[in-house]
């Protein structure tokens, strides 16, 4: 079993800035990539970026490319979504997820454990 538990949602006006954190614990060698996904209200889960283990390799989705940036602090098993620039429409639910043999990291359905969610609010 792994364990995500996120942090670091709030409000925040638009133009600013946040930092959610996902502490990892339990079976987390099994798994090779770590993804970021948000869900705002009335809409479906979407890809907002991942990370593979090995490599390193980052991706993340077109409306945030240049504004968010996934990294990991292996040390304190904890990967880390720096968001600049904010906008109201990045206003979600933010999750952390992670799995095993991920193929495609942008398919929440490849993901085998999740977060409980953090709550990210922009003000106009």
């Known amino acids: 079993q792994v364990q995500l538990v996120e942090s670091g949602g709030g409000l925040v006006q638009a133009g600013g800035s946040l930092r959610l954190s996902c502490a990892t614990s339990?079976?987390?060698?099994?798994?090779?990539?770590m993804g970021w996904f948000r869900q705002a209200a009335g809409k479906e889960r979407e890809f907002v970026a991942a990370?593979?283990?090995?490599?390193?390799?980052?991706y993340s989705a077109d409306s945030v490319k240049g504004r968010f940036t996934i990294s990991r602090d292996s040390a304190k098993n904890t990967v880390y979504l720096q968001m600049n620039s904010l906008k109201p429409e990045d206003t979600a639910v933010y999750y952390c997820?992670?799995?095993?043999?991920?193929?495609?990291?942008?398919?929440?359905?490849?993901?085998?454990?999740w977060g409980q969610g953090t709550q990210v609010t922009v003000s106009s």
């Open positions: 997820a992670t799995g095993s043999r991920i193929s495609n990291l942008r398919a929440d359905t490849q993901y085998n454990y």
């Open positions: 339990g079976r987390t060698f099994s798994s090779d990539a």
């Open positions: 990370r593979r283990w090995i490599g390193g390799s980052t």
